[in-house]
């Protein structure tokens, strides 16, 4: 017969501990915790759990499982992260501007030379200039890691490999315990 009882309003009291506690206590108060403890099952409506359900309550509550547990999904995300590597990586850059005021420059008839075939440059007084609209580039960029590709695979195959150790962590973990399957 387990030594807990499982009552609806999920609560979970061990009977031995409430014993020591009783024993420690003076006659009057062991006297009223002793029938407070006969009382408990009939008034908050308790069920004595079966073996089964004993161990999936421990195992739903063991903490070196649930750490266990915890790093067996960490090395799986691992394995999800050195697969992404193997991925092209796409990139985008874009650069914009627009000037503050106009830039004006005046350039009169031949301040660039006089050539004897072409004749003065410019032929005549030109003004650039510059209207306040915006400039923009744009930058695309696709990366393969064709070279890593042998690499990657040995990094995948060692998160792997993770994953497996934490896989039979929490399989030794549940025997160790006795809680196997």
């Known amino acids: 017969m387990p030594n807990l009882l499982r009552c609806?309003?999920?609560?979970?009291?061990?009977?031995?501990?409430i014993a020591q506690r009783l024993a420690r206590l003076k006659p009057r108060s062991a006297i009223l915790g002793f029938t407070l403890l006969v009382s408990?099952?009939?008034s908050v409506n308790c069920q004595v759990l079966s073996l089964e359900d004993a161990v999936t309550v421990a195992k739903a509550n063991n903490r070196t499982i649930l750490g266990a547990q915890l790093e067996k999904k960490k090395a799986l995300e691992q394995v999800y992260v050195a697969r992404t590597q193997r991925l092209p990586v796409f990139s985008l850059?874009?650069?914009?501007?627009?000037?503050?005021?106009?830039?004006g420059l005046t350039l009169e008839k031949g301040s660039l030379g006089v050539y004897p075939t072409v004749g003065p440059i410019p032929g005549k007084t030109?003004?650039?200039?510059?209207?306040?609209?915006?400039?923009?580039?744009f930058f695309t960029n696709i990366a393969e890691p064709l070279s890593q590709h042998y690499k990657i695979g040995l990094g995948i195959q060692l998160a792997r490999v993770g994953a497996a150790a934490a896989n039979e962590?929490?399989?030794s973990i549940t025997r160790s315990r006795g809680t196997s399957r």
């Open 126 to 137: 030109t003004t650039l200039e510059n209207p306040l609209k915006v400039g923009g580039i």
């Open 169 to 171: 962590q929490i399989r």
């Open 93 to 103: 850059s874009a650069l914009g501007s627009q000037p503050l005021y106009h830039l």
């Open 8 to 17: 609806s309003r999920n609560i979970r009291i061990p009977r031995f501990r």
């Open 40 to 42: 408990i099952p009939a």
